[in-house]
């Protein structure tokens, strides 16, 4: 989506433009998510503000997926179109903008795309990952990356759970309650846990796409089948319900990291 989808464009720099892609990670702890919002701190706006001064031009991004405030990401996909003259300078920006904005804010590639290119609407695929720690104690060098559940998990049904989810569903009862009515329904490609050991658990989803929340609240959800709070087979009435309400929590915000975004 576009991260200033409200504000006019802007004229294309004499001479043409070139569409860069940029392949970004991001610790999101200190951030409001990634789309800019007046009077906060967010990865979109240090992101537009160092490519305006590299650039020296104005700078529209497309990002594949928004992510909320807290929400990490390895494999963000960005775009927005360059002054030609900037073209041989696209590949070294992943040097210049990580010197500046990291380590909270890394550009792992960039490079010079196809001028049809939209990161947001080319996109095939996205991939999170929610990992959790099941241990009875904290470990405060991963409390900014993982959701500490200390009651032990049951694995298993957790993993039973993620069945009904395959395939294309309409996926209301997990996603964020919204004032415009707009499909909820998506399709995903692959889902389960796995063990990581130590006790860190990871849960891995592929999606067509999601909508707001759907990640986190399919995990707090399956939480609650792992504590026992719900059955493994609760999950398919709960999807059919096309209920928020029968779902469970909301997982946290910082155990959620967008991982890889397909093209």
């Known amino acids: 989506m576009s991260l200033f989808e409200d504000q006019p464009e802007t004229a294309a720099p004499a ?13 999101g702890t200190r951030f409001h998510g990634i789309a800019p919002q007046p009077g906060q701190r ?28 807290g929400v990490h990401a390895w494999g963000q996909v960005v775009s927005f179109d360059a002054p030609a003259p900037a073209a041989a300078e696209v590949t070294g920006l992943s ?10 804010i890394v550009v792992r590639d960039a490079a010079v795309a196809a001028t ?12 999170y990952r929610f990992t959790v720690l099941n241990r009875a104690v904290p470990d405060p060098f991963l409390a900014a990356t993982t959701w500490w559940v200390a009651e032990p998990l049951d ?3 957790m993993q039973l759970a993620c069945d009904p989810l395959m395939g294309e569903h309409d996926f209301a009862s997990f996603c964020r309650r919204i004032d415009q009515p707009s499909s909820t329904v998506r399709v995903v490609r692959e889902v389960g846990w796995c063990d990581l050991g130590d006790g860190l658990l990871r849960f891995e989803v592929t999606a067509s ?12 959800t399956l939480v609650d089948v792992g504590l026992g709070r719900k059955k493994a087979g609760d ?9 928020r309400a029968r779902a469970g929590r909301v997982a946290p915000a910082h ?3 967008l991982w890889e975004v397909s093209y």
């Open 15 to 27: 001479g043409g433009v070139v569409r860069a892609r940029l392949t970004v990670a991001y610790d």
């Open 42 to 69: 967010t990865v979109g706006g240090e992101l537009t503000g160092a490519l305006v001064r590299m650039l020296r031009a104005p700078v529209q991004l497309t990002v594949a997926g928004r992510t909320d405030a």
């Open 209 to 220: 796409s999601f909508c707001q929340q759907m990640v986190r609240s399919l995990v707090g």
């Open 235 to 243: 999950m398919s009435w709960i999807l059919r319900s096309k209920d």
């Open 155 to 157: 694995l298993r049904a």
């Open 116 to 127: 049809d290119f939209d990161a947001r609407h080319s996109a095939t695929g996205r991939r």
């Open 95 to 104: 040097r210049r903008l990580t010197r500046l904005l990291g380590p909270e």
């Open 255 to 257: 155990g959620l990291c």
